[in-house]
């Protein structure tokens, strides 16, 4: 009795963490959008599911593995060209900084660092669909740089989006490789619902991983602690507590192969045996043969003209590149224009 009591009480614990993903208003939306996936060639889970609490979390793990170079990269890149950034993007006139997937805004510091330095004091927006890395950010900015003013917006942003209201100069953030997260129509259109949310002559750093060493990227993915097999399984959790589904981790497999031709790591669940799972609110059943794989991730690598040319195409100018010395991280700076000439 007190084993399924202790369940009971994990099982809605989980589910009150999965109520930051989705508001009660759009949870119709959120279930219509796991049953289209599911149904899609390949099945897929929407990568925005991996980020409750936990997911965040282990992420965070995942950022301080040694075969995990992105963060790392990316973060000594940012360190070295932090001032250059500012400057480039208004120095001591920026009023904003507002960092979409804010994380724990551990690799951001540098750029706010920057900004004092150079005589400014502007806000940091940090926009995240958990609590846990909005909790982190507060907790990290209070101690690292207590003079930043910090607003906190747990959202969507790949979805509808409310920032605050600025009177001057903005700089974007979309750091993290985030934007390999889609193909390059669905790039372009999140891209271009950034630009709406600035003003012309307001600025975007974006960040994304660069082609290199396929074995180097596909250990990145494929740990030997075993970390991203969790976070990925985490998903599934996620699932069941917004669909009242019965997809069990354990029955999953990791598997994250690095498609050279594709340029990209796909991310998959594997069934490790026949499987029938009732989708609860979702609605049907979903059966899978052992083998089977619902996707629940791409993570693509760019060249610098491929990701110049998405900046280009959502209504940016690109200004300036910054690239770590290893060719595996690049950073695109680019000002918003007036008019768009992708989608």
């Avoid at 994380?103 to 940091?124: D, H, I």
């Amino acid at each position: 009795m007190r084993r399924l009591e202790q369940r009971h009480r994990a099982e809605a614990a989980q589910a009150a963490r999965t109520a930051a993903l989705v508001s009660a208003g759009a949870e119709t939306a959120a279930l219509a959008g796991l049953r289209q996936a599911l149904s899609r060639s390949p099945r897929e889970i929407p990568c925005k599911y991996f980020y409750d609490d936990r997911g965040s979390a282990l992420f965070e793990q995942i950022t301080r593995l040694p075969e995990y170079y992105p963060t790392r990269t990316e973060r000594a890149l940012l360190v070295a060209q932090a001032r250059a950034i500012v400057e480039a993007a208004g120095g001591a006139q920026l009023v904003e900084m507002v960092e979409l997937g804010s994380g724990a805004a551990s690799k951001t510091v540098a750029l706010l660092e920057a900004a004092l330095q150079l005589g400014g004091r502007p806000r940091y927006v940090a926009v995240d669909i958990s609590a846990h890395a909005l909790s982190r950010t507060r907790e990290l900015l209070a101690q690292a740089r207590p003079e930043i003013p910090v607003d906190e917006v747990l959202a969507d942003y790949t979805q509808e989006l409310t920032l605050p209201a600025h009177g001057g100069p903005r700089l974007a953030l979309f750091l993290g490789g985030t934007i390999g997260n889609d193909d390059d129509v669905d790039a372009i259109r999140l891209l271009a619902r950034v630009r709406g949310h600035l003003a012309p002559g307001d600025w975007l750093l974006l960040g994304a991983n660069l082609v290199t060493d396929p074995a180097i990227i596909h250990a990145a993915y494929n740990d030997s602690a075993g970390v991203t097999a969790e976070f990925n399984r985490n998903i599934l959790r996620n699932v069941n507590a917004l669909a009242r589904s019965s997809f069990d981790p354990a029955a999953f497999t990791h598997y994250a192969p690095y498609v050279v031709d594709r340029q990209r790591i796909e991310m998959w669940l594997l069934a490790g045996r026949a499987l029938e799972i009732d989708l609860g609110r979702i609605g049907g059943r979903l059966q899978l043969l052992r083998g089977e794989g619902i996707r629940t991730e791409i993570s693509r690598r760019f060249t610098r003209d491929q990701l110049l040319r998405l900046l280009d195409e959502s209504g940016f100018t690109p200004e300036r590149w910054f690239e770590s010395p290893d060719a595996r991280f690049g950073l695109g700076l680019a000002r918003a224009r007036t008019t768009l000439r992708g989608l």
